[in-house]
């Protein structure tokens, strides 16, 4: 599995968990859910499971990752989570109202967050922890490619000297088996907090 994540919890939270946490109620507005059994395939650290939670929804995670899972179990101890990859879900046809992972109408969305960091060390930092792609592609670069790769990327950021902030855009898809579809929500760009729906 090419997109299986093996990192500890607290990496991830640095590198993506930071879009990922203002992404969840955006993600959860556009799959509409407020409520009902609701099942987070590839839950991460659980920063859309923790919203999904927060609306009233009795939640199943599946994740793939070990260390991950951990973190979900940790996290949410009163939750289902089991350790499967989306295509060996080990839950019997219909035993949810939404799955958020994709039957009917496909709607695609671009949803944006924005997200705060303290300086370029702060970045450099979270990819330095290799997370997902782009911490796999850093970590295979020798120290001369990752010193031009460092230099490159704080040249495209607009070389920044202080705080500054970046914009992530999230491609996602919902699947209708009804003809009602919730209005796709905006983009946030301050800290907060379907049917069948898949992000990233
Ligand atoms: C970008 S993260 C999204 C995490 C999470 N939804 C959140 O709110 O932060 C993608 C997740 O999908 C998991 N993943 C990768 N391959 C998968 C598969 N085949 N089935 C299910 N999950 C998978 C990764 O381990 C990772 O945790």
Do not use: I, K
């Amino acid at each position: 599995m090419s997109g299986f994540f093996r990192v500890g919890g607290s990496a991830y939270d640095d590198f993506m968990g930071r879009y990922s946490v203002r992404l969840a109620p955006l993600f959860a507005d556009f799959a509409g859910v407020h409520g009902g059994r609701v099942l987070d395939v590839g839950a991460g650290t659980g920063a859309l499971t923790g919203e999904l939670v927060r609306r009233g929804a009795d939640v199943a995670a599946v994740e793939p990752s070990p260390e991950f899972c951990a973190a979900l179990r940790e996290r949410f101890p009163s939750l289902e989570v089991a350790e499967a990859p989306a295509e060996q879900l080990p839950f019997p046809d219909g035993s949810f109202d939404v799955a958020l992972a994709p039957l009917g109408r496909v709607e695609s969305a671009e949803l944006e967050v924005t997200a705060d960091y303290d300086d370029f060390e702060e970045f450099w930092h979270a990819l330095e922890r290799q997370v997902g792609p782009a911490g796999a592609w850093l970590a295979s670069l020798s120290d001369e490619q990752r010193a031009r790769a460092r230099e490159e990327m704080h040249r495209q950021l607009g070389s920044p000297s202080g705080t500054f902030s970046l914009t992530g855009r999230c491609y996602a898809a919902r699947v209708s088996t009804d003809a009602r579809s919730a209005p796709v929500p905006t983009s946030v760009t301050s800290t907060s907090s379907s049917r069948s729906t898949n992000s990233t």
